[in-house]
């Protein structure tokens, strides 16, 4: 809404006022996901190993869709956010209704395929596993499956209430998803004893709740950014190819990168049962880590979108600095606060001894590596596909993740027998050498030629 995004005093487009309208919901929202995934997990855990195999093994699948679906809205957002720095209010919606209508049309067609394809999936892509796993893993991707075009509306919506600054709607909507979400599984668990169906139903019931209430807010007109209320679609080549050319880049990286996450999961599995139990825990922790970082870079494909648009490169060098240097302060004040309750995170879990000790050694040098090195590695591209430039993004991100992440989790982990550890120390030489690339682009100042409106 018009009302989040006021000139500042020194006639910047943002002042701290509406720039805390717009990073205090992003930094709720993500710390609602992660918590939710968290109480999900523990309650999947009371059906049985076999449904949280199950379960487990499709949401890899669908947290690739995620990542497709939020790549092509980030390309919407950052079309529509330089729109609206250029006042073309007319074109911005003209995008976020192609934005919609593509993403939502894509997502039928990959869940079709899904269906189709679903005996490969189970049995191809996932190998051999055992059979009330597989019974598990079925009932889960027949339901869930359905969610899927749901799944990308929302995305599509949030990002482009993002890119209007009203942060505040997409976290709303995420609040009742999430409460939908929890309160299913919680009441078909326990109160009606479902198994894997108890997961999967509420799961797609409160996408699909969240999908509906998203475009209805978007259809109204009332709204800076809104979409056409119409049921026929007028498919438009040049909007979409500008989306596709944020949206296609910033998908492969993020598919690479969840690649690269399962390939380094098969060689933590080699190092035995304590390294996959501290790798678990680990990885929830150090969510909350970076929890404020994956906030601020959403704020920053928003802000910077839309100075790209007015062609005012002061500003974004400006709002660079400001966001850079709030991601430092607040990634070190919840890395502190995670660092002195630790102890009592890991008892929770009820860890044996090696597998604690693995997991405070993990989460500490993660804990150093996120205050030092991730604002850079990853806020500073957040930057560079706001402004248009996403390629060269996708090559950073691409090469350092194959080179350093997975080379040096081989070679640390395996043959310089540092186990799990060594894993965790060659993700954080990714981001060292990320913060190299991405610095030298930054400074080199050929990203500033890739406004796409």
Same mark, same amino acid.
């Given at each position: 809404m018009t009302e989040h995004i006021k000139s500042g005093r020194e006639g910047y487009l943002f002042d701290n006022k509406a720039l805390a309208a717009l990073i205090i919901p992003l930094v709720i929202e993500q710390f609602l996901a992660v918590l939710v995934g968290m109480a999900d997990s523990i309650m999947i855990a009371s059906v049985g190993e076999a449904a949280v195999s199950g379960v487990s093994l499709v949401d890899q699948l669908m947290i690739l869709l995620i990542n497709i679906f939020a790549a092509l809205a980030t390309g919407g957002a950052v079309v529509a956010g330089q729109y609206l720095g250029q006042n073309r209010k007319k074109d911005a919606c003209k995008s976020a209704t192609q934005l919609v209508w593509f993403i939502t049309i894509s997502a039928i067609v990959i869940t079709a395929a899904v269906y189709v394809g679903k005996y490969w999936i189970l049995h191809g892509v996932f190998g051999k596993i055992e059979n009330d796993v597989m019974g598990h893993a079925n009932i889960y991707l027949l339901i869930v499956s359905a969610s899927i075009p749901f799944m990308a509306m929302y995305n599509g919506g949030a990002a482009i209430f993002r890119a209007m600054g009203n942060s505040q709607m997409s976290m709303k909507i995420s609040m009742i998803m999430n409460v939908i979400n929890v309160c299913g599984n919680a009441f078909m668990i326990y109160g009606l004893r479902l198994g894997t169906e108890g997961v999967a139903i509420p799961t797609l019931i409160s996408r699909m709740v969240a999908a509906v209430i998203i475009i209805f807010r978007l259809c109204d007109k009332k709204q800076t950014l809104h979409i056409e209320r119409t049921w026929r679609y007028r498919f438009d080549w040049p909007e979409v190819k500008k989306i596709l050319s944020i949206g296609i880049p910033n998908g492969l990286e993020?598919?690479?990168?969840?690649? =690269?996450?399962?390939?380094?999961?098969? #060689?933590?599995?080699?190092?035995?049962?304590?390294?996959?139990?501290?790798?678990?825990?680990?990885?929830?922790?150090?969510?909350?880590?970076? #929890?404020? =970082?994956?906030?601020?870079?959403?704020?920053?494909?928003?802000?910077?979108?839309?100075?790209? =648009?007015?062609?005012? *490169?002061?500003?974004?060098?400006?709002?660079?600095?400001?966001?850079?240097?709030?991601?430092?302060?607040?990634?070190?004040?919840?890395? =502190?606060?995670? *660092?002195?309750?630790?102890?009592?995170?890991?008892?929770?879990?009820?860890?044996?001894?090696?597998?604690?000790?693995?997991?405070?050694?993990?989460?500490?040098?993660?804990?150093?590596?996120?205050?030092?090195?991730?604002?850079?590695?990853?806020?500073?591209?957040?930057?560079?596909?706001?402004?248009?430039?996403?390629?060269?993004?996708?090559?950073?991100?691409?090469?350092?993740?194959?080179?350093?992440?997975?080379?040096?989790?081989?070679?640390?982990?395996?043959?310089?027998?540092?186990?799990?550890?060594?894993?965790?120390?060659a993700m954080v030489i990714d981001w060292f050498f990320r913060c190299i690339f991405f610095v030298i682009r930054y400074f080199g100042g050929k990203w500033k030629q890739g406004a796409i409106v």
């Open positions: 993020n598919s690479m990168f969840q690649l =690269g996450k399962i390939l380094v999961l098969s #060689l933590v599995s080699t190092f035995g049962t304590y390294a996959i139990a501290a790798n678990a825990v680990s990885n929830v922790v150090a969510s909350f880590h970076v #929890l404020p =970082g994956m906030a601020m870079s959403l704020a920053i494909t928003t802000v910077i979108s839309r100075c790209v =648009g007015a062609g005012d *490169y002061e500003q974004v060098k400006h709002y660079t600095k400001k966001l850079l240097i709030l991601t430092y302060m607040t990634i070190l004040a919840t890395v =502190g606060m995670i *660092y002195f309750i630790l102890p009592q995170i890991l008892g929770a879990y009820h860890l044996s001894a090696k597998t604690a000790e693995t997991a405070y050694r993990i989460l500490a040098f993660h804990g150093v590596g996120a205050i030092m090195i991730w604002p850079i590695a990853f806020n500073l591209p957040s930057v560079f596909r706001a402004a248009g430039d996403a390629k060269m993004c996708m090559l950073i991100s691409i090469l350092s993740m194959w080179i350093f992440r997975i080379g040096f989790s081989y070679l640390l982990g395996r043959y310089l027998r540092m186990g799990v550890f060594g894993v965790w120390v």
